[in-house]
């Protein structure tokens, strides 16, 4: 079995630390101007309303992100994000009530 190597394992250790620390760094850095539910293809992913969000293509489609990225994106969200959570909720009861009434 071969020797453990003290100082080359620190030596590595110090690098991949340099490398994540820089990755953290631009994440940190990208974080102020794009926003989280932005994907790759600059759609919103997001479930609550956002004022940046542009008209889809079509009816189906995800909104656009309107956000050109020189202000704070959070100030355009819904102010009361948990209502997305409350609309769900009241629609599945609706549906549940309406099943129900459908099978009596
Ligand atoms: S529309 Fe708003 S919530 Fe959606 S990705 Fe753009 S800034 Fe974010």
Known sequence: MSKV???EIDKRMARISDIFSEM???????SRTR???RDRFD?????????NQNPPAAEDARH???????????SAWESQPLAHE???????????????????
Not at 43 to 51: K, N, S, V, Y
């Open 5 to 7: 190597d003290r100082k």
């Open 24 to 30: 953290v760094a631009h994440a940190e850095s990208l």
């Open 35 to 37: 926003c989280p539910y």
């Open 43 to 51: 759609h919103c992913t997001a479930e609550f309303r956002c004022r």
């Open 64 to 74: 656009p992100c309107g956000h050109d990225g020189d202000f704070d994106y959070r």
């Open 86 to 104: 409350r609309a769900k909720k009241k629609v599945t009861k609706i549906r549940r009530d309406a099943t129900r009434r459908r099978n009596q």
